[in-house]
Structures are given as C-alpha cells and as structure tokens.
C-alpha cells in the first residue's frame, strides 16, 4: 500500500508538471514528463492510469505532428481502456483519433472515429463529451460545404454547454459559428457570435482557475479576438479591428502578467 501511494504521488505530480509544460508550449518538456509517469506506471501494472498518460503522449506528438507516433500512442491508449472497459476513456481517444487525422485534413477517416465516440459518449450519458463530438462532425460539415448541418450540430453543442453551465465550451462553439457566418458574407451575425463569446469568457475570467486552466482560457480569448479582428477587417471596419487586435493583445499581456506572480 505504501508503494501505491508513493508511486500516485510521484505520477500525479508528475502528470500536473507535463500538462503546464503542455499548455505552455514546452512540449519536450511535457513528454519527458509523460515518459516518467509511463514507466513508473507500467512498472506497478497501473493499466488505468496508464491509458491515459499513453493518451497525453499522443497529443505532444501530434502537437510536434509527428502524426505517425502520436496515433501509435493513441491505439495504445484505446486498446488500454477497451481492456479495462472504461468506455468514457475510450470515447476520449476515439475523439482524439478524429482530431489526429481531422488536421492532416484526411476527413473521410477522422469522420468515423468522430461518429462512434459520439455514440459513445451518449450511450454512457456523457453529455460534455457529445458537445465536444457534435462540435467535432461540425468542423468536418463545415469544411465540406454542409453549413447548414453543421450549424444545426453546433446549436445542439451550445444547448448542451449551458446546460452544463460551460461558459468556455460555449465561446468556443460560438466562434465555429461566426466562422460560418463569416463564409456566408454575414459578418454582423459573426460579429454578434464573437462579441458574445467575449463575453462569456469575461465570467470566466472572474473565476479561481488553476494555472493551467488560466492558459487554456487565455488561448481561447486571444483565438476569437484574432477572429474578431478579421471579420471587421472583411466588413471594411480597420479602425474598430484595431481596436479589437489592441484589446486582446492588452488582455493577453495582463493574463501573462497575472499568470506569472501566481
């Protein structure tokens, strides 16, 4: 027992230390973390928790598109939760397989791992992840020309987040919409989107975030800000997208500034 809770310890330290290193771009860093964690893992036949630091692998090596690797880990960590039966998990990596083949934008084959971790995820009553996988086939619609059902996937995410009281999930899925506003020549509608994002991330703001949460909110601000600037830029507004680039370049610097003396 003693063993155990040494070795929980030391990985979980070890796993909070990669994902800031992770979420602040120091990816050698954060694999060498990972590693760590890996064989301290495998060493006391922990399959559970190895599954998912085999999943964090993954997504540095995608991170550094090393795309052959990171599916290796990923089919690792997949076969691994399917072994213990945690379905959750293994909706997870399905997701993440989706996203792996999603940005080598070799859509036909991100489709099914985004279709069968949606129905997973709503087998199980995981409402977080079916908005994040209804998300997910929107971004592949979208690409393919299916607005008006990826609108329609992107509605039903929204619904679910504030259901779930997810302000950031909800930013996020409003930004997906005003870029489809904004193919669609409707840049008052993108606009609207984005502004509201702005301001659902305000309530976050407010919050007390850890560290790496703080990073994660920090990237989503500074994404729809850059797309804000570019929608007043196509609606022939430069000064208000000046304005617009200015605030969240001074919103990033009071974020880093904030993250540094915590």
Not at 25 to 50: M, Y
């Given at each position: 027992l003693?063993?155990?809770?040494?070795t929980?310890t030391?990985?979980?330290?070890l796993?909070?230390?990669?994902?800031?290193?992770f979420?602040?771009?120091?990816l050698?860093?954060?694999s060498?973390?990972?590693q760590?964690?890996?064989?301290?893992?495998?060493?006391?036949?922990?399959?559970?928790?190895?599954?998912?630091?085999?999943?964090?692998?993954?997504?540095?090596?995608?991170?550094?598109?090393?795309?052959?690797?990171?599916?290796?880990?990923?089919?690792?960590s997949?076969a691994?939760?399917?072994?213990?039966?945690n379905r959750d998990?293994?909706?997870s990596v399905?997701?993440?397989?989706?996203?792996?083949?999603?940005?080598?934008?070799?859509?036909?084959?991100?489709?099914?791992?985004?279709?069968?971790?949606?129905?997973?995820f709503?087998?199980?009553?995981?409402?977080?992840?079916?908005?994040?996988?209804?998300?997910n086939?929107a971004l592949?619609?979208?690409?393919?020309?299916?607005?008006?059902?990826?609108i329609?996937?992107?509605n039903?995410?929204i619904?679910?987040?504030?259901?779930?009281?997810?302000?950031?999930?909800?930013?996020?899925?409003?930004r997906?919409l005003?870029?489809?506003?904004?193919q669609?020549?409707?840049?008052?509608?993108a606009?609207?989107?984005l502004r509201?994002?702005?301001?659902?991330?305000?309530?976050?703001?407010?919050?007390t975030?850890?560290?790496?949460?703080?990073i994660?909110?920090f990237?989503?601000?500074q994404?729809i800000?850059?797309?804000?600037?570019?929608?007043?830029?196509?609606?022939?507004?430069?000064?208000?997208?000046?304005?617009?680039?200015?605030?969240?370049?001074?919103?990033?610097?009071?974020?880093?500034?904030?993250?540094?003396?915590?």
């Amino acid at each position: 027992l003693e063993v155990f809770e040494r070795t929980f310890t030391v990985t979980a330290a070890l796993n909070v230390l990669s994902l800031t290193y992770f979420r602040l771009g120091q990816l050698e860093r954060a694999s060498g973390g990972w590693q760590q964690a890996l064989e301290i893992l495998q060493s006391v036949n922990s399959p559970v928790t190895s599954a998912y630091v085999l999943g964090n692998l993954g997504g540095v090596q995608e991170s550094l598109e090393q795309y052959a690797i990171a599916q290796q880990y990923y089919e690792q960590s997949l076969a691994l939760h399917r072994q213990i039966s945690n379905r959750d998990g293994e909706a997870s990596v399905l997701n993440n397989l989706g996203s792996l083949f999603y940005n080598q934008a070799q859509d036909d084959q991100a489709l099914p791992y985004y279709t069968d971790a949606l129905a997973l995820f709503r087998e199980i009553g995981s409402t977080f992840g079916e908005a994040r996988s209804l998300n997910n086939i929107a971004l592949i619609d979208a690409r393919q020309g299916r607005l008006e059902a990826a609108i329609a996937r992107y509605n039903q995410a929204i619904e679910i987040y504030q259901t779930l009281d997810d302000p950031q999930g909800e930013a996020r899925t409003r930004r997906n919409l005003a870029l489809i506003s904004a193919q669609q020549n409707r840049f008052d509608d993108a606009e609207t989107e984005l502004r509201r994002s702005l301001a659902l991330l305000d309530e976050v703001r407010a919050e007390t975030l850890s560290d790496a949460d703080k990073i994660t909110l920090f990237e989503t601000q500074q994404d729809i800000y850059r797309t804000l600037e570019g929608v007043l830029l196509l609606s022939d507004r430069p000064e208000e997208a000046l304005v617009a680039a200015e605030t969240g370049r001074t919103r990033a610097f009071a974020e880093l500034i904030a993250l540094n003396l915590s």
